[in-house]
């Protein structure tokens, strides 16, 4: 079956650092890959889209040079949040497509001290 | 507008009680999931059911894409149920971009 593998789970960053974060498809191709962030107490907002040979597109609030995402090939993608502050915390997640449905990782939590 | 739109926000129910949870969206859902997480949780992916009726152990989702609606039914709630339910859909046709409701807080006392 299809499944997405988010690493880590559960990170800790000091303030004013950045802290990498991995998406693997498997069991299938992740032409496309979302970036989602939940901040406490809130619900989920997208971050960015990557398409395989494709410029990725952030949304509005959130840009490149804060969360840049890297979408080598079609079964990894990684996320960094540079210079991580207290706003930056919460369950970061990755949703990844073949073609019609998305299969969706458990997150990346990141508490930031 | 709110695309997704979650009903009722929070729900208290006894164990053994069913619980019905309600997503209404603005546009045409091509895809839609249903979600579950814990407080302080990962997400756990539910049911994917962009039309129809759909099945798994305890819960039930029916999509009604020409109403722009969909339900979760939850039977025999139990303790272990508590915690936010989404429903999420994409936005547009392909794009790959779900957006995602606030949620629905259930609670299951004994």
């Known amino acids: 079956g299809a499944l997405v593998y988010q690493y880590p789970r559960r990170t800790i960053c000091k303030s004013g650092t950045s802290m990498r974060m991995e998406c693997q498809a498997v069991g299938f191709q992740a032409t496309s890959v979302a970036w989602y962030r939940q901040s406490p107490q809130k619900t989920f907002e997208l971050i960015a889209l990557?398409?395989?040979?494709?410029?990725?597109?952030?949304e509005q609030n959130f840009t490149q040079e804060k969360f840049p995402i890297s979408h080598p090939n079609l079964s990894f993608s990684s996320m960094t949040v540079l210079n991580a502050y207290l706003e930056d915390r919460g369950l970061y997640l990755c949703g990844a497509a073949p073609g019609t449905e998305v299969f969706f990782g458990k997150g990346t939590r990141l508490t930031v001290v | 507008g709110q695309q997704v739109q979650q009903s009722p926000a929070s729900l208290v129910l006894q164990e053994g009680e069913n619980a019905e949870l309600q997503c209404n969206f603005s546009s045409t859902a091509t895809q839609l999931q249903w979600f579950y997480q814990r407080p302080g949780g990962s997400l756990v992916s539910l049911l994917y059911?962009?039309?129809g009726t759909k099945h798994t152990g305890r819960l039930t989702s029916t999509t009604v894409t020409k109403e722009r609606r969909s339900s979760l039914h939850i039977s025999s709630s139990q303790i272990t149920d508590s915690g936010t339910y989404f429903c999420?859909?994409?936005?547009?046709?392909?794009?790959?971009?779900?957006?995602f409701g606030a949620g629905t807080r259930l609670k299951v006392i004994a």
């Open positions: 990557s398409t395989v040979n494709s410029a990725i597109k952030y």
């Open positions: 059911n962009p039309s």
């Open positions: 999420a859909m994409e936005v547009n046709t392909g794009n790959y971009k779900y957006v």
